[in-house]
Nanobody, 126 residues
Framework: QLQLVASGGGLVQPGESLRLSCAAS????????IGWFRQVPGKEREAIAC????????TYLDSVKGRFAISRDNAKMTVYLQMDTLRPDDTGVYYC???????????????????WGQGTQVTVSS
């Protein structure tokens, strides 16, 4: 059974860093592209970043460019989201999601992802 487990969230102060992990099981991660999404109550879900099956293609939400970095280790079945210089508006529940891709490709369109993890809370506050 395909499963994604997001972890690494927490409470940090503005300017600090966190690294989120998305651990995959039940399938071969290398065949899938992965996205990270953020949900804040009362707001639309935001697509933060995505990474292609090889890791050669990545895309980011404009507001996180230069601060966040998505990466993957297919051997460890894990995708990471390194978040630096965190700001209060980065607060939210972060989800990872997966979809199979025959090509080296990714998308931040959440509707293209059939498999979702359970989310991890990130709170940035002084």
């Amino acid at each position: 059974q395909l499963q994604l487990v997001a972890s690494g969230g927490g409470l940090v102060q503005p300017g600090e860093s966190l690294r989120l992990s998305c651990a995959a099981s039940g399938f071969t991660l290398e065949g899938y592209f992965i996205g990270w999404f953020r949900q804040v109550p009362g707001k639309e879900r935001e697509a933060i970043a995505c990474i292609s099956r090889t890791g050669m293609i990545t895309t980011y939400l404009d507001s996180v460019k230069g601060r966040f970095a998505i990466s993957r280790d297919n051997a460890k079945m894990t995708v990471y989201l390194q978040m630096d210089t965190l700001r209060p508006d980065d607060t939210g529940v972060y989800y990872c999601a997966a979809d199979f891709a025959g090509l080296d490709y990714c998308t931040r369109n959440g509707f293209e992802y059939p498999y979702w993890g359970q989310g991890t809370q990130v709170t940035v506050s002084s």
